[in-house]
């Protein structure tokens, strides 16, 4: 069974509006982290925010958040005030188990966003 | 600076020919891992090590071999590549037991079996 999806392969974005990028996991573990990176056509990998389920508050980077809805099993990205550096692709990533004892990391298809001017 | 680095970047060999991916990291992080990413499938995890001696398989492990016999190394070994293992290679580290979350990321390997 799929762990972690990502259900827009692609999407599309005005320059300056905001927008959501969707990733739903799938988990029995209590303890896990929520990760969510930035490949540009350039393809390195780009860390951008971590959630842990035990975090209370959603998290911030910048122009970056995550909606974290753990009852619906949702961690989903959020870029304020779009950038045509934002154009990528996007990958949502979950760890089961606690942060400090490493373990598998997972991740979804990906979702391609193309920021236009 | 702090970096992964991986060598070669990029490969084109041929069916059976045993082939080794370096992966080097200068942060002292205890967790290394190797991922092959395919369109449409996002990044899967091959194997990953917790520390020096100490690893094990990630989703997709057949055909790949890992050591580690330093913290700073963690080698990808195809023992006898196919052309199925056609692929882009990245190795990745992270700190454990921090606050840090962040895996950092090699540039990436692109691989291409014949």
């Known amino acids: 069974a799929q762990k972690i999806t990502q259900t827009q392969p692609g999407m599309f974005v005005q320059e300056k509006e905001a927008v959501t990028l969707d990733c739903t996991y799938d988990?029995?573990?209590?303890?896990?982290?929520l990760f969510w990176y930035k490949q540009p056509s350039s393809g390195e990998m780009i860390f951008l925010i971590y959630q842990g389920s035990y975090d209370e508050q959603n998290a911030t980077e910048g122009r970056y958040s995550l909606n974290f809805q753990k009852a619906r099993k949702s961690a989903n990205l959020v870029i304020s005030a779009s950038q045509l550096g934002d154009s990528a692709m996007y990958f949502c990533a979950m760890r089961e188990g606690p942060y400090n004892q490493g373990g598998k990391l997972i991740f979804g298809q990906g979702t391609e966003l193309s920021v236009k001017p | 600076e702090a970096q992964v680095t991986q060598n070669p970047r990029y490969l084109i060999t041929v069916t059976g020919k045993k082939l080794t991916v370096t992966c080097s990291q200068n942060?002292?992080?205890?967790?290394m891992s190797w991922y092959r990413q395919d369109p449409g499938l996002g990044l899967r995890q091959i194997y990953y090590s917790m520390n020096v001696e100490v690893t094990d398989k990630g989703d997709v492990p057949e055909g790949y071999k890992v050591s580690r016999k330093e913290k700073r190394n963690f080698p990808l070994i195809l023992e006898s590549p196919s052309p199925n293992q056609t692929s882009l290679y990245f190795c990745?580290?992270?700190?454990?037991?921090?606050?840090?979350?962040?895996?950092?990321f090699g540039p990436g390997t692109r691989l291409t079996v014949l």
């Open positions: 990745a580290s992270s700190p454990l037991g921090t606050g840090s979350h962040e895996q950092f």
């Open positions: 988990t029995s573990d209590q303890s896990y982290g």
């Open positions: 942060m002292n992080h205890e967790y």
